[in-house]
């Protein structure tokens, strides 16, 4: 019962944050969104390892499961998440929700071989459903590509919707690879079951996915591109960054409670609430046509039958 609050509360914490990152792409780069969202979680989850008791519970960790946790950090947080912004820039949240359902076939399969779990005839309908979802998607829609006023708060200089959908497709699937393989990684680090230990885990991954992201920017030029950020993108960038961490910290409590094969897929429901919240901060920058809403009710469905 808790484990699976805890995925919902992940999963709609993080539609939110992809919708503001969203927002604060159209005018920000890539770099910048990851180079900002990951650090400023950095306070959050500190505070919630004094509340929970977290610190000495680090040291409870064999080195095993704090390799694992920070190769899960810099693969779900550092790689996943850059593709993820990369995709999103391309096409939009919207469209790389569904090709993104991928990520939950990729844990299902690495599920049965690396921790045991069955493959039933019900998951085998939902890997097919999920497979299908996202080639309704697959199809321009028109309605993406008319250019459009630009929402307030957005310079009017910014460029009209019109995906790139090679680009998108290619890092929606690369980000897929990366939330794939995490949820298998954390629960193989994790020996004892408990909350606190959750919060513990997703410190050490943030803090290796820090470190990663920290050596782009030894370099002068990659320092460089921030003198041209401007400061309604950096807005967006640490409220997605905000709204992320706790989207984190609700899945590393899940999954340090839960089978994975219960929270990944409860998780899946931030494919609704993206699409709410895509309307509701870039109804000018996302794509809504009927084939996407299909699309991501059939992937939907088959990740509950997962």
Same mark, same amino acid.
């Given at each position: 019962?808790?484990?699976?609050?805890?995925?919902?509360? #992940?999963?709609?914490?993080?539609?939110?944050?992809?919708?503001?990152?969203?927002?604060?792409?159209?005018?920000?780069?890539?770099?910048?969104?990851?180079?900002?969202?990951?650090?400023?979680?950095?306070?959050?989850?500190?505070?919630?390892?004094?509340?929970?008791?977290?610190?000495?519970?680090?040291?409870?960790?064999?080195?095993?499961?704090?390799?694992?946790?920070?190769?899960?950090?810099?693969?779900?947080?550092?790689?996943?998440?850059?593709?993820?912004?990369?995709?999103?820039?391309?096409?939009?949240?919207?469209?790389?929700?569904?090709?993104? *359902?991928? #990520?939950?076939?990729?844990?299902?399969?690495?599920?049965?071989?690396?921790?045991?779990?069955?493959?039933?005839?019900?998951?085998?309908?939902?890997?097919? &459903?999920?497979?299908?979802?996202?080639?309704?998607?697959?199809?321009?829609?028109?309605?993406?590509?008319?250019?459009?006023?630009?929402?307030?708060?957005?310079?009017?200089?910014?460029?009209?919707?019109?995906?790139?959908?090679?680009?998108?497709?290619?890092?929606? &699937?690369?980000?897929?690879?990366?939330?794939?393989?995490?949820?298998?990684?954390?629960?193989?680090?994790?020996?004892?079951?408990?909350?606190?230990?959750?919060?513990?885990?997703?410190?050490?991954?943030?803090?290796?996915?820090?470190?990663?992201?920290?050596?782009?920017?030894?370099?002068?030029? *990659?320092?460089?591109?921030?003198? #041209?950020?401007?400061?309604?993108?950096?807005?967006?960038?640490?409220? #997605?960054?905000?709204?992320?961490?706790?989207?984190?910290?609700?899945?590393?409590?899940?999954?340090?409670?839960?089978?994975?094969?219960?929270?990944?897929?409860?998780?899946?429901?931030? &494919?609704?609430?993206?699409?709410?919240?895509?309307?509701?901060?870039?109804?000018?920058?996302?794509?809504?046509?009927?084939?996407?809403?299909?699309?991501?009710?059939?992937?939907?469905?088959?990740?509950?039958? &997962?």
């Amino acid at each position: 019962m808790l484990g699976g609050l805890l995925s919902l509360l #992940s999963a709609v914490t993080f539609a939110y944050a992809n919708a503001s990152m969203r927002r604060g792409v159209l005018t920000g780069t890539v770099l910048q969104a990851v180079a900002i969202s990951l650090p400023v979680a950095f306070p959050f989850f500190a505070a919630a390892m004094l509340m929970t008791g977290g610190f000495p519970l680090l040291t409870g960790f064999s080195w095993r499961s704090l390799g694992l946790l920070a190769l899960a950090g810099v693969i779900h947080f550092a790689w996943a998440r850059h593709c993820n912004y990369r995709a999103t820039k391309a096409i939009g949240a919207n469209l790389v929700a569904p090709i993104q *359902q991928y #990520s939950l076939v990729i844990t299902l399969v690495l599920a049965v071989i690396w921790l045991g779990e069955a493959l039933t005839p019900l998951r085998a309908i939902g890997i097919v &459903l999920v497979i299908i979802g996202p080639a309704l998607t697959h199809e321009r829609d028109k309605k993406a590509e008319v250019p459009a006023t630009a929402p307030a708060g957005v310079s009017a200089n910014v460029k009209p919707f019109s995906p790139d959908y090679a680009e998108g497709y290619i890092y929606a &699937l690369l980000s897929a690879v990366g939330f794939g393989i995490s949820p298998i990684l954390i629960a193989m680090a994790f020996d004892h079951k408990d909350v606190a230990i959750g919060i513990a885990g997703g410190f050490v991954s943030y803090a290796a996915a820090t470190a990663a992201i920290a050596l782009p920017m030894l370099v002068p030029r *990659q320092r460089r591109t921030f003198k #041209s950020l401007d400061r309604e993108s950096a807005k967006w960038f640490i409220v #997605s960054g905000i709204t992320v961490c706790f989207s984190q910290m609700f899945r590393y409590m899940a999954l340090a409670i839960a089978p994975v094969s219960v929270v990944s897929p409860i998780q899946r429901l931030s &494919l609704v609430f993206r699409i709410y919240f895509g309307r509701m901060l870039n109804p000018h920058h996302e794509a809504f046509g009927g084939r996407l809403i299909w699309g991501t009710v059939i992937s939907f469905f088959g990740a509950l039958a &997962l």
